[in-house]
């Protein structure tokens, strides 16, 4: 059983940048793919970056291409999202997942076992 805690989220302005974390505890942390979802008010849970269990690939939603970045230390039990040139668009509830690592990265969350409880996210324009 993986316990999950995300940390980072706040109010920025458009254009800021924002680091989140997502500490992984009860299990063999470099076993799991791990990746990060969003979900504002009224919309689904969507993915927005993946990383395999052993860092060498990454994945991300088309929007955020360019501007985030996924990044895991396996020695500290810890995946990134580092968020840059936020916008508007990008303000949500952000949750990190986590999967066994057979299958790599998955887009949909019914693939995720591990949630986080979620850390906001809010920009202003």
């Known amino acids: 059983q993986v316990q999950l805690v995300e940390s980072g989220g706040g109010l920025v302005q458009a254009g800021d940048s924002l680091k989140l974390s997502c500490a992984a505890s009860?299990?063999?942390?470099?076993?799991?793919?791990m990746a990060w979802f969003r979900q504002a008010p009224g919309n689904e849970r969507d993915f927005v970056a993946g990383i395999t269990f052993d860092g060498r690939n990454t994945e991300y939603t088309d929007s955020v291409k360019g501007r985030f970045t996924i990044s895991r230390d396996n020695a500290k039990n810890t995946v990134y999202l580092q968020m840059n040139t936020l916008k508007p668009e990008d303000a949500a509830v952000y949750y990190c997942?986590?999967?066994?690592?057979?299958?790599?990265?998955?887009?949909?969350?019914?693939?995720?076992?591990?949630w986080g409880q979620g850390t906001q996210v809010t920009v202003s324009s």
């Open positions: 009860g299990g063999t942390f470099s076993r799991y793919t």
């Open positions: 997942a986590a999967k066994l690592f057979l299958s790599g990265i998955k887009k949909t969350r019914v693939e995720y076992a591990y």
